[in-house]
């Protein structure tokens, strides 16, 4: 199985700064077809898991802007350029090039 | 919009079985594949199984294999978990998630096995 390392597990941050978290594979997230299956999901407190971005970079439909997704291979980073109070909550990546999927442990994002 | 709703959900002794439904509205159902994702209380998500858009490939993670079965009613919308010999740590919420990137989520439904 693919496992999925985030860091850091938590990360306090003040309104309107940056946040970035850190998402590690053990093994390439590249696929036969070519594209590399890794997502960002957030989940807010009591709330189901929510996609934000897929296949590294692309923003889901109704995603702000401020959330943006980088990297390749093994490496990946979801960045909040500017961090607002709804944004609180536990962020996972998640791995969909091989069965099983496999998750991040998650970083908890939350206001100094 | 797209809407999943899950239904089913419980107390259960350890050992017996319970079947999950997941109601699908404002997609093409038979369209996508579909997911079951569960979460421990106070856990992380973990990856339960994935049935293609048509029932012919099913997937699970090893702790289900052979007591889960992920099945899917195309005329009826409807995805299901069958569960058999529950265990304790199988209590969870329960998920079902939308195609490969999984992008539409339902509330969850949550079983609890305790005995």
């Known amino acids: 199985d693919i496992v999925m390392t985030q860091t850091p597990l938590s990360s306090p941050v003040t309104l309107g700064q940056p946040a970035s978290i850190s998402c590690r594979s053990s093994?390439?997230?590249?696929?036969?077809?070519?594209?590399?299956?890794l997502s960002w999901l957030q989940q807010r407190p009591g709330q189901p898991p929510r996609l934000l971005i897929y296949k590294i970079s692309n923003r889901f439909s109704g995603v702000p802007d401020r959330f943006s997704g980088s990297g390749a291979g093994t490496d990946f980073t979801l960045k909040i350029s500017r961090v607002e109070a709804e944004d609180v909550g536990v962020y996972y990546c998640m791995q969909a090039t091989q069965f099983p999927l496999t998750f991040g442990g998650g970083t908890k994002v939350e206001i100094k | 919009q797209v809407q999943l709703v899950e239904s089913g959900g419980g107390v259960v002794q350890p050992g017996r079985s319970l079947r999950l439904s997941c109601a699908a509205s404002g997609i093409t159902f038979s369209s996508y594949g579909m997911h079951w994702v569960r979460q421990a209380p106070g856990k992380g998500l973990e990856w339960v199984a994935v049935i293609s858009y048509d029932g012919n490939n099913k997937y699970y993670a090893d702790s289900v294999k052979g007591r889960f079965t992920i099945s899917r009613d195309n005329s009826k919308n409807t995805l299901y978990l069958q569960m058999n010999s529950l265990r304790v740590e199988d209590t969870a919420v329960y998920y079902c998630?939308?195609?490969?990137?999984?992008?539409?989520w339902g509330q969850g439904t949550l079983v609890t096995v305790s005995s």
């Open positions: 998630a939308k195609d490969g990137s999984l992008d539409y």
């Open positions: 093994q390439s997230l590249v696929h036969s077809d070519g594209n590399t299956y």
